[in-house]
């Protein structure tokens, strides 16, 4: 199986934010170290703590763009989303069959606390995390022996001790040491996403100290004094809920060095707009870093109209989608039931259809973001900065309001799609506009009233991946640049998922079996297939775009450095302050 990951659970609770181009250009731009300022602290908010900066059990953005500044994996993505080496010497390529990767690792690493680096740590880092069963475990499940530590799930002091024995119940065969600097990896079968899935920032591919971590297992990285890693930043104080400051590791290993010397975080802070006061106000000299550039519209339209303040503002595509999900499950003895199973054929698709176009997308993102924080999604449920995008426009993004009243008039018209729901999260506004819009749109375009069930977060994200909604909110943020991590992780039999299809249900032979082919495929040669799959999402009406997100960020003018990629933030060991 390919990986499933739950970072889903995490991104439905981002504000929708995205664009196809940047649309202005922020003050973070070029790292040149001209006239450094004597004080080179970085001072930005994050708007909300941590959940873990543990990569065995991270899950959320916030947590990995700060990990990404102190940890490290084997390979990492660089700022062109290239996989470049990271503790390893080079990026390795699968042998002639495709199951092995053999890496050699670099001799000069240290952790901030001065143990050494070599492959005991990798080993013991992986078959932790797989042994955790932690939100992105699965990323390593291509390797021989995954599914055995998968299986007897352990954590903490137990999990500790099994790993200091080398206990066969949580050591994956597939991976081995031959020596204190070469790690092999063997997989169970070939799989062309594995090397882009271990370079996620802050997940399973990336190493910690088993010294470090071994006396308080499940909380060494809230503690400075055991929150240890190879990068170029170490954690020097944490205080819950309020602020953590990491100061630059002195003679790192790697490159380039920081000019940074600290960085100071402001958790306390939980509202945007509060931060966007406190920046302008001097207090800080970023916002939207550490994974909060969901800024709200009306600052962002106010600062564009500020003449002294709108060069500092930065749009960027980000990776996130949203887009309307039908319920297909055909198991009406254990889901909601409704009018767009898969069972229901043309019938049903035609009123998925129907559905689809009769919303005016354009029009959707004038009015929920002002034409600024999103866009319309015309090319599919990939964004356009990523491998999958369609070249070509949806035929599902159209609007068409006619044809949507003649398909639900030729399939049962509005008695057969009585009584319907949409479910959404209100803690995002643009969740609750966008809610609005779409009923507006099926009471104008096909005179049918749907009520609106706006449902708490947590409970919300439960429920929908249970397929207890007949039409939801629906959305998902790229792990990696690689169609995999969509095509696998929404649709499609897989584990992981409550259901056999998470929120949709959406399940069928077909899809499975050219799903297995392209996951087991080098890219070049699966994006052809990957293609194909998207098609037959398109065919079955599996889903109503909506828009793609982009991230706003504020950038003092002084901050050299800083700045962004459709992914992850500017590594801080690239940012210098300026005098000003």
């Known amino acids: 199986m390919a990986p499933t990951s739950f970072r889903i659970l995490k991104t439905l609770a981002l504000s929708a934010v995205a664009s196809l181009a940047v649309v202005a250009c922020g003050g973070g731009g070029g790292g040149g170290n001209g006239n450094l300022a004597s004080d080179q602290t970085l001072n930005f908010p994050i708007l909300g703590d941590f959940g873990t900066l543990d990569p065995a059990t991270a899950d959320a953005e916030t ?122 990896v063997k997989l169970s079968q070939p799989a062309g996403w594995f090397m882009t899935a271990i370079a996620l920032s802050g997940s399973t591919g990336w190493i910690v100290d088993q ?8 909380n060494w990285w809230s503690n400075p004094a055991t929150a240890i890693g190879t990068g170029p930043f170490k954690m020097v104080s944490y205080t819950p809920k309020q602020s953590v400051e990491f100061d630059a590791v002195a003679n790192w290993w790697g490159s380039p060095k920081p000019t940074l010397t600290k960085v ?46 709108s060069a500092q503002l930065l749009l960027h595509p980000k990776v996130r989608s ?47 973001c002002q034409g600024i924080v999103c866009t319309p999604a015309t090319g599919g449920l990939i964004p356009p900065t990523l491998i999958g995008h369609m070249d070509s426009v949806d035929p599902l993004s159209k609007f068409d309001a006619a044809q ?19 479910a959404y999260d209100p803690e995002n ?10 009923q507006a749109q099926w009471q104008q375009n096909l005179g049918v009233h749907v009520d609106l069930l706006p449902v708490a977060h947590s409970p919300f994200i439960k429920a929908r991946l249970k397929g207890d909604y007949v039409l939801s909110r629906d959305g998902w943020q790229a792990d990696y640049n690689h169609p995999q991590d969509w095509f696998d992780n929404l649709w499609g039999t897989k584990l992981g998922c409550p259901d056999a299809g998470c929120s949709t249900g959406y399940t069928t032979k077909a899809y499975d079996d050219l799903q297995a082919k392209a996951d087991a495929e080098p890219l070049d040669q699966a994006k052809a297939d990957y293609a194909k799959l998207n098609q037959m999402l398109i065919d079955d009406v599996v889903y109503i775009p909506l828009y793609y997100s982009v991230g706003a960020f504020l950038i003092k003018p002084y901050v050299k450095g800083a700045g962004t990629n459709s992914f992850f933030d500017n590594f801080w060991n690239g940012i210098s302050i300026q005098s000003h």
């Open 404 to 422: 949507a009243k003649t398909l639900l008039q030729q399939n049962g018209g509005a008695s057969a799609v009585a009584g319907l729901k949409y």
């Open 211 to 218: 010294k470090a971590i071994k006396n308080d297992p499940d």
């Open 264 to 309: 100071k975080i402001d958790i306390s802070v939980t509202n945007a707009s509060t931060a966007i006061t406190k920046y302008e106000q001097g207090g800080y000299d970023i916002v939207g870093y550490g994974g909060y550039s969901n800024l709200p519209v009306a600052d962002i339209l106010r600062i564009k109209n500020t003449s002294n303040e």
């Open 429 to 438: 506004p643009l969740n609750v506009a966008t809610a609005q819009f779409l």
């Open 322 to 368: 949203y887009w309307v999900s039908f319920n297909m499950v055909h198991d009406a003895s254990r889901q909601a039931g409704g009018p767009f199973l898969l069972s229901g054929g043309d019938k049903a698709k035609n009123l998925r259809l129907a559905f689809a176009l009769a919303v005016d997308k354009n029009a959707l993102v004038q009015t929920v």
């Open 63 to 184: 947590d990995q763009e700060i990990q990404q500044n102190f940890q490290d994996g084997l390979v990492r993505f660089d700022a062109n989303l290239n996989i470049v080496p990271d503790l390893a010497t080079a990026v390795p390529s699968a042998s002639s069959d495709g199951l092995t990767y053999t890496f050699n690792l670099r001799k000069d690493v240290t952790f901030s606390n001065g143990d050494t680096f070599t492959s005991k740590d990798v080993l013991f880092s992986w078959n932790r995390a797989a042994a955790y069963q932690g939100a992105y475990a699965t990323n390593l499940s291509a390797i021989q022996g995954y599914d055995t530590v998968a299986k007897n799930k352990k954590a903490g002091k137990d999990l500790e001790a099994l790993l200091e024995a080398n206990d066969p119940s949580v050591t994956m065969g597939g991976l081995t040491a031959p020596d204190p600097y070469t790690v092999q």
